[in-house]
């Protein structure tokens, strides 16, 4: 498994339309080495549809798969986790998935939150927002002085989050983030290609740095 790299978010509001297939497909093409499928619809069929056709095109790419909030899909699947302070227990969670499992947690600004996820079972701790975000404007602001502490204390790897561009990214490289998590930054685009260009273009920048 990749240990740096770009870490694409779908947005169900933001993908839609069709988008939701060619745009991860772009995502991965341009190398996104992680993919969370994140839908808040509620819709268990759906979720479960395009979960799966996520599954498979991130087999045929290489790519890790995880879910966002929801253990039972992720187990059903057999595929990673990402859970928030509001989502369900890592400790059941890595119980239930298995010691290999990529499991993340939301630690919003908070080394005690990273220390305790880490105990929980979580393989990677996510921090953020780390600037304004379109997707999640209410979420607790961090600074990449956190990320240096967190850089210092925690040798799991460290997922950067918050309306992240490829503009405002290097800060954050540069104190520590191994992965960084986009949502609108990748997918707000025009099209599947400027998608695959941002997705590259970011994989370079995390790899330059
Ligand atoms: C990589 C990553 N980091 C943080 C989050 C946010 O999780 P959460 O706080 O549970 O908010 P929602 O995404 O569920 O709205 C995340 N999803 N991924
Ligand atoms: C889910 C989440 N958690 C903290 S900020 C955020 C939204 C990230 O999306 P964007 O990259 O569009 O700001
Ligand atoms: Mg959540």
Redesign the pocket.
């Known amino acids: 498994m990749s240990e740096r790299g770009l870490y694409a978010?779908t947005d169900s509001a933001l993908l839609t339309d069709g988008k939701l297939l060619p745009y991860v497909e772009a995502a991965l093409i341009g190398g996104a080495r992680w993919l969370q499928y994140r839908d808040k619809s509620g819709d268990a069929d759906k979720r479960l549809a395009e979960a799966s056709q996520l599954a498979e095109l991130c087999r045929a790419h290489d790519c890790q798969l995880l879910i966002n909030d929801d253990l039972a899909l992720a187990d059903q699947l057999g595929v990673g986790l990402h859970l928030g302070q509001e989502d369900g227990s890592l400790s059941e969670a890595r119980q239930q998935l298995g010691p290999q499992a990529l499991i993340g947690g939301?630690c919003h600004a908070s080394l005690q939150l990273a220390e305790r996820a880490l105990i929980d079972g979580a393989s990677y701790i996510a921090f953020?927002?780390f600037f304004n975000?379109?997707?999640?404007p209410g979420?607790p602001a961090a600074t990449p002085a956190l990320l240096r502490e967190a850089r210092q204390r925690f040798s799991v790897p460290i997922v950067a989050?918050?309306?992240?561009t490829l503009d405002n990214a290097s800060p954050l490289l540069d104190a520590g983030a191994d992965y960084l998590?986009?949502?609108?930054?990748l997918f707000g685009a025009p099209d599947a290609e400027t998608v695959q260009q941002r997705a590259r273009q970011f994989s370079q920048l995390i790899h330059a740095s």
């Open positions: 978010i939301t953020g927002r975000s379109m997707t999640k979420a989050i918050g309306g992240i998590a986009v949502i609108n930054g």
